[in-house]
C-alpha cells in the first residue's frame, strides 16, 4: 500500500494565530490561498508528473507517468480538511471517506487565558452532506456534531493514543494494492508518523509540515515501511507556501 498523507491547506486560524495564539475559531474555514492550495494539489495528483514511478522504470523505457492514480481519499471532519479533500475528489473521482480519528489535536474547543476550553460539536452530519455532497459519513458523525462538547480540548497523550489507533489500522492495510490518501492536520500527522515508526511519545523529534504539503510512505506486504519523502510541496508556487 502506498500512503499519502495530507496535511490541509492555510486555515484562518494559520494566520490570526501568528499575532495572537487565542485569535482562533474552533472549526475555521481555509483561506483564499488555502483553497489556491488545494486546487493547485488537487491537479498535481491528478495528472502531475509522478517521479516515484518513474524511478521504477527500467532504463530506457523512462517516460513520465503521470497523476498518482490514488484509489482512496480520507479526511478529517473539521472544514478545513474537508474544504481542501474536495477539489482532490472531483479531480481524482474518489469520494471523500470521513474518519474521525484524523481530526485535529485537541478536537474542536476555543480556550480563554486561564487554560479552561470550551468544546464544541462540530458540523453535523446534514451539514456536512449539505457542504460536501457525496462525502460517506461514518456513524460517529451524527445530528448533533461528531466532536463532544463536554470533553472541551483533547491533551497530547489522547491525541497520541488516537495516532497509535490509526496506526494500526494502516498497518493492516498493508497488503493491499491501493493509494490511500489521508487528509489530515500537522500536529496529528507529526503524531501518526511517530507512531507508524514505533517511536514512544515525546517531542525530541517533530515533522515541520507546510499547508498542503504531501508526504508518502509505502508499506510492503509485511506491514514493513519505506519512507518515501516528507513535506513534498513541489505542486505550489513560491509565494504559495505557507
Known amino acids: 500500500m502506498e500512503l499519502y498523507i495530507i496535511r490541509h491547506g492555510q486555515s484562518t486560524n494559520n494566520v490570526t494565530m501568528m499575532a495572537d495564539p487565542f485569535a482562533r475559531e474552533a472549526d475555521p474555514p481555509l483561506t483564499e490561498l488555502g483553497q489556491e492550495q488545494a486546487e493547485r494539489l488537487a491537479a498535481y495528483l491528478a495528472g502531475g508528473p509522478n517521479l516515484e514511478d518513474r524511478v521504477m522504470q527500467m532504463p530506457g523505457e523512462r517516460g513520465v507517468p503521470r497523476g498518482h492514480k490514488l484509489t482512496r481519499l480520507l479526511c478529517s ?39 479552561e476550553g470550551r468544546g ?20 460517529e458523525v451524527t445530528d448533533r456534531g461528531w466532536w463532544e462538547p463536554a470533553r472541551g480540548k483533547e491533551d497530547l497523550a489522547g491525541c497520541m493514543a488516537r495516532a497509535v489507533r490509526v496506526a494500526a489500522r494502516l498497518r493492516g492495510w498493508a497488503e493491499i494494492q491501493e493509494r490511500v ?49 516528507v513535506n513534498r510541496v513541489d505542486h505550489l508556487d513560491g509565494d504559495q507556501v505557507s
Open 181 to 229: 490518501a489521508l487528509v489530515t492536520h500537522g500536529t496529528f500527522a507529526d503524531k501518526l508518523l511517530k507512531a507508524l515508526y514505533n517511536m514512544l511519545p515525546g517531542d525530541d523529534l517533530q515533522h515541520w509540515l507546510y499547508n498542503a504539503s504531501l508526504t508518502r510512505l509505502d508499506f510492503d506486504k509485511d506491514g514493513r515501511l519505506m519512507l518515501r519523502y
Open 120 to 139: 464544541f460539536p462540530g458540523l453535523t452530519a446534514a451539514e456536512m452532506r449539505a457542504q460536501f455532497p457525496g462525502c460517506i459519513l461514518p456513524p
Open 77 to 115: 471532519p473539521m472544514r478545513r480538511a474537508l474544504q481542501t479533500a474536495q477539489p482532490l475528489s472531483a479531480a481524482l473521482g474518489l469520494p471523500v471517506e470521513v474518519w474521525v480519528d484524523l481530526h485535529e489535536h485537541g478536537g474542536l474547543y476555543l480556550q480563554s487565558p486561564d487554560g
